[in-house]
C-alpha cells in the first residue's frame, strides 16, 4: 500500500504547485485566451485534465460510470462534449474555451480528484495487479472516441498488458504533471 500513499502525495504535490493558485489570480480572459494562436488555453487543458482522469481512472482502472456522467457535469459545463479532446482542432479547443463554464471545470476538476482518491482508498493489491485486457482498453479507447469500433489503432498496444496500477498513475498523477508544465509556461507568458 505505500505506492499507494506515495501515489496521493504526489498527486496532491502536482495540484499544489502547478493549480491550485490558478483559481484565484487569474482573469476569465486569461483563461479562455490562448497566449498565442498555436497553443491551447489555460480552461481547455484545465477541462482536459479532468476529462483525462476522469476517464482513465474511471472506466479503465476501475471499470465504473465516469464522474461526467454520474453527476451530469455536462449540464453544469455548458459542453456536449463526451471525449477529453482527443483529435481536437486548435479551432475546437479555443470554440470550446470560449463556452464552457470556468467556475463548472474548476469543480468538475476537484470532484474528479475527490473521486480518484475514494477509489485508491479501496484499491487492493489484487486489483492494482490486475493487467488490462486489450478488449477493455479498446472499449475505454471507443469511448473516449479515440478508437473507432472495429478499426485498428496504434493505443490499444499501448495500454493493453498495463497493470490496473500503472494506468491509474498514468491517467492521473502523470497526467498532472505532463500539463503543470504546460499551464506554468503559458502564465510565465502571460507576464
Same mark, same amino acid.
Given at each position: 500500500?505505500?505506492?499507494?500513499?506515495?501515489?496521493?502525495?504526489?498527486?496532491?504535490?502536482?495540484?499544489?504547485?502547478?493549480?491550485?493558485?490558478?483559481?484565484?489570480?487569474?482573469?476569465?480572459?486569461?483563461?479562455?485566451?490562448?497566449?498565442?494562436?498555436?497553443?491551447?488555453?489555460?480552461?481547455?487543458?484545465?477541462?482536459?485534465? #479532468?476529462?483525462?482522469? @476522469?476517464?482513465?481512472?474511471?472506466?479503465?482502472?476501475?471499470? +465504473?460510470? =465516469? $464522474? /461526467?456522467?454520474?453527476?451530469?457535469?455536462?449540464?453544469?459545463?455548458?459542453?456536449?462534449?463526451?471525449?477529453?479532446?482527443?483529435?481536437?482542432?486548435?479551432?475546437?479547443?479555443?470554440?470550446?474555451?470560449?463556452?464552457?463554464?470556468?467556475?463548472?471545470?474548476?469543480?468538475?476538476?476537484?470532484?474528479?480528484? #475527490?473521486?480518484?482518491? @475514494?477509489?485508491?482508498?479501496?484499491?487492493?493489491?489484487?486489483? +492494482?495487479? =490486475? $493487467? /488490462?485486457?486489450?478488449?477493455?482498453?479498446?472499449?475505454?479507447?471507443?469511448?473516449?472516441?479515440?478508437?473507432?469500433?472495429?478499426?485498428?489503432?496504434?493505443?490499444?498496444?499501448?495500454?493493453?498488458?498495463?497493470?490496473?496500477?500503472?494506468?491509474?498513475?498514468?491517467?492521473?498523477?502523470?497526467?498532472?504533471?505532463?500539463?503543470?508544465?504546460?499551464?506554468?509556461?503559458?502564465?510565465?507568458?502571460?507576464?
Amino acid at each position: 500500500m505505500l505506492s499507494l500513499e506515495v501515489f496521493k502525495q504526489r498527486h496532491l504535490f502536482a495540484r499544489e504547485i502547478f493549480y491550485d493558485d490558478l483559481w484565484t489570480n487569474h482573469t476569465e480572459e486569461q483563461f479562455r485566451s490562448p497566449v498565442h494562436p498555436k497553443m491551447n488555453t489555460l480552461i481547455w487543458i484545465l477541462w482536459h485534465m #479532468a476529462r483525462v482522469e @476522469d476517464g482513465g481512472v474511471n472506466l479503465l482502472v476501475f471499470k +465504473q460510470p =465516469q $464522474v /461526467l456522467h454520474a453527476q451530469d457535469w455536462n449540464t453544469k459545463l455548458g459542453t456536449s462534449i463526451e471525449h477529453f479532446g482527443w483529435g481536437m482542432s486548435l479551432e475546437e479547443a479555443h470554440a470550446l474555451s470560449q463556452t464552457v463554464d470556468i467556475v463548472a471545470v474548476r469543480d468538475y476538476l476537484e470532484a474528479v480528484f #475527490a473521486q480518484t482518491f @475514494d477509489l485508491v482508498n479501496s484499491f487492493s493489491e489484487d486489483v +492494482q495487479a =490486475q $493487467v /488490462l485486457s486489450e478488449t477493455e482498453v479498446r472499449q475505454a479507447l471507443e469511448i473516449e472516441g479515440m478508437a473507432k469500433p472495429g478499426a485498428s489503432d496504434y493505443l490499444t498496444p499501448i495500454y493493453t498488458g498495463w497493470t490496473r496500477l500503472e494506468a491509474l498513475w498514468h491517467f492521473s498523477a502523470g497526467h498532472l504533471y505532463w500539463h503543470g508544465g504546460e499551464v506554468r509556461t503559458i502564465l510565465g507568458l502571460m507576464n
